[in-house]
């Protein structure tokens, strides 16, 4: 079991910056891959980036990159969301999602934090 936690979320100004953290509970969190998903209002749940347990492999959905850089720090069980350049299609809220680095879907999912970003 995973339990996720994130937090980091708020409003900001088209343009801006936030950085979202998720923190977890797993004593082997190296061992699993994470991810970032979002969610706006009315639309279905769309990932945004992953990482794996080594943090030696990344994506990011089109629309991000260059603009978001996730990242983990295994010794903290933490792992970050940095959003720069925010622009107002960017508000949802986000999720942070754990799942086995040796494949599987993502079982575990944080609560969300919100992020809006104002035009």
């Known amino acids: 079991q995973v339990q996720l936690v994130e937090f980091g979320g708020g409003l900001v100004q088209t343009g801006g910056s936030l950085r979202l953290s998720c923190a977890a509970s797993?004593?082997?969190?190296?061992?699993?891959?994470m991810a970032w998903f979002r969610q706006a209002p009315g639309k279905e749940r769309e990932f945004v980036a992953s990482?794996?347990?080594?943090?030696?492999?990344?994506y990011y959905v089109d629309s991000v990159k260059g603009r978001f850089t996730i990242s983990r720090d295994n010794a903290k069980k933490t792992v970050h969301l940095q959003m720069n350049s925010l622009k107002p299609e960017d508000t949802a809220a986000y999720y942070c999602?754990?799942?086995?680095?040796?494949?599987?879907?993502?079982?575990?999912w944080g609560q969300g934090t919100q992020v809006t970003v104002s035009s």
């Open positions: 999602a754990a799942a086995p680095d040796t494949g599987g879907s993502y079982a575990y």
């Open positions: 797993s004593r082997t969190f190296s061992t699993y891959r």
């Open positions: 990482i794996r347990g080594n943090g030696g492999i990344i």
